[in-house]
């Protein structure tokens, strides 16, 4: 999984004369039913909002990302009303971490809380999506069309739906409404023609499953500080155990080697949400979070806004969102996922330094601690905490 940051356009279709309003087939076009795609289409058809949800494939994804559900994460599920997407999932309990230190050979144990209730989710990426397509698709006015989006329609510099080609018949059909949503993941097609800033790309992560392997203590995750990179553990399922391995710059040709010998001794009338929009990096864990979150705000927001055609109050939402994002949750996210990615993977020599010394290392411990384990998204974390 490549790790990357982007920046976010946010806006509302054209208004239109009052006199002139007849009632769109569809409120609300979604491109993609990932995590984000499938839980916003989920909620807003319980609104009443009317929804289409353009996905490539509705067959069960395979991803090596998008399997540990921090505990705030979770918590945002259940304010959604969408606990049951991770029910007859097998999905496993995370109580906290287990941090290894390979050099000094050191352990330190992090729960999340001492509340064992509290704890957070692991399972397969894709029989979770599954679950919230599921959920989505039991809302009279949630459709799901398989075919992919190609194109965004625009009339007068507005965006007023989608082109996309039907997976069944190959023929491009239109789809026009309100307000479009681009939520189509990490290799986003609409983010270049949406956003402005460049796609960095600062690691590669490689993921292997375990089959039947012991854990170190049940219901934790571990996170291994290694020579080659931060290497995270965790169940997914009674007999599955992911291990996603931290690689910087290009990918060994030999990846089956490689893990072997070093690893085991911005438009009118769109939204641009989810992986698409912003990425951080999957050594925190806390994408799906931030994306829960995210459907929680506009959630809240598009109920306030009964036209979705109607601009000024779109673009109050726009700009409270852009805030309510940089005041809590995402932010904090952001800057220390990136943080302590440097800082763990490093092979800088004072940063390597700064990481090998054992003050530094019972430091890093208390700074994971306190600003990643404990200060999940949901917990409304300060920007000045950081």
Known sequence: ??????????????????????????????????????????VLGRDGRKVTVIERSLREPDRIVGELL?????????????????????ARIVNGYIIHDTESGMVVEIAYSQDQTQGGRAFHHGRFIMGLRRAALTEPNVRFIEGTATYLEEENGCVT???????????????HAPLTVVADGCFSKFRQSLGSERVQICSNFVGCILKNSPQYKPNYAELVLSCHGPI??????????RILVDIQGRLPKNLSQYMTEKIHPQLPGVLLLGDAYNMRHPLTGRGMSVALSDVRIWRSLLQNIPDLSDNTPLLQA???????????????????AQALHELFASQDG???????????????IKYWKTRNVQLAPEGRPSPSSL
Not at 318 to 336: A, Q
Request: glycine share 10%; with cysteine.
């Open 70 to 90: 921090q505990p705030g994460g979770y918590r945002a599920l259940k304010e959604l009303g969408l606990e049951k997407s991770v029910e007859g999932l097998d």
């Open 1 to 42: 999984m490549q790790g990357i940051k982007i920046n976010m356009l946010v806006s509302p279709n054209c208004t239109i004369n009052p006199g002139d309003f007849v009632p769109p087939a569809t409120d609300v076009i979604i491109v993609g039913a990932g995590v984000l795609g499938s839980s916003l289409s989920a």
């Open 350 to 364: 004072i940063l390597k330094r700064i990481n090998d010394s054992s003050v530094s290392f019972h430091m890093g």
């Open 232 to 241: 995270l553990i965790y169940q997914i399922s009674s007999t599955d155990t």
């Open 318 to 336: 726009k700009k409270k969102f852009h805030w309510e994002r940089k005041s809590s949750h995402s932010f904090v996210v952001d800057v220390l």
């Open 161 to 175: 739906g989608i082109q996309y080609k039907d997976k069944h018949s190959g023929k491009i059909e239109r789809l």
